[in-house]
């Protein structure tokens, strides 16, 4: 149990729906991030909430929208996404990010496909 | 740019040592970090090193070389629950991780 839940673990949708995954972290911590896992690459970084204001936003496209309404909560809203959307979106979050012993705990993902 | 590189795959046979290499190219450094995730399941933390050196912990060590931008994890007396993907990271100058595609490691009885 790392303290970090999201929710669902599995989506399906298709490219005209609207979805949200949600990230609750019962850590306490001040930073809070979604990353995209896609099979054999690097974990990207897509947002990152640091005291609930958004601090790191890597160029992701619109149909991806983060909403953070206080330090324990992430959610990430899906509308009209692509095939190549289809991903294991991982949560995760940290106490301090500016920090170098910056651990970050993770969520177990939602597996995300997009028909 | 900024780079890390792991190998894809390693197959190591049980009771048996591993060690997995992570060599790093970033814009500033501050640490870096080793994770362990099992197919279906969250990354979880295994080791940080921002000095040069070896730091043990139980079966695993995890080595840090600053001035060749390389690292290792060492696994000893394998087991067959250490089957897993291996994810190097480092700790770039604006404190924001860059990773690795992570390191499928197989262990075989």
């Known amino acids: 149990e790392t303290g970090v839940t999201q929710t669902p673990r599995h989506l399906v949708m298709g490219m005209t729906n609207k979805k949200s995954l949600k990230c609750e972290q019962h850590?306490?911590?001040?930073?809070m991030y979604w990353y995209k896992q896609s099979a054999k690459k690097p974990l990207e970084l897509m947002f990152v909430?640091?005291?609930?204001?958004?601090?790191e936003n890597n160029s992701v496209p619109s149909r991806f929208s983060p909403e953070c309404p206080n330090s324990s909560h992430l959610f990430l809203h899906l509308h009209t996404l692509q095939p190549e959307d289809s991903a294991l979106y991982l949560c995760?979050?940290?106490?301090?990010?500016?920090?170098?012993?910056?651990?970050?705990?993770f969520g177990p993902g939602t597996r995300l496909t997009v028909l | 740019g900024q780079n890390i590189d792991q190998p894809t795959e390693m197959t190591a046979t049980e009771g048996a040592i591993v060690q997995i290499n992570c060599t790093y190219q970033?814009?500033?450094?501050?640490?870096l970090f080793w994770y362990q995730q099992h197919a279906g399941e969250a990354p979880t933390f295994l080791s940080y090193?921002?000095l040069d050196g070896l730091e043990e912990k139980g079966r695993f060590s995890s080595f840090l070389s600053r001035s060749k931008g390389y690292s290792y994890l060492l696994l000893k007396e394998l087991q067959m629950k250490d089957s897993a993907s291996y994810l190097c990271?480092?700790?770039?100058?604006?404190?924001?991780?860059?990773w690795g595609a992570g390191t499928k490691l197989i262990i075989k009885p």
């Open positions: 995760a979050s940290s106490q301090d990010p500016g920090q170098e012993y910056n651990e970050q705990f």
């Open positions: 850590l306490g911590h001040n930073a």
């Open positions: 909430y640091n005291f609930k204001e958004q601090t």
């Open positions: 970033t814009s500033g450094f501050n640490g």
């Open positions: 090193n921002v």
């Open positions: 990271a480092s700790l770039d100058s604006n404190y924001q991780l860059i």
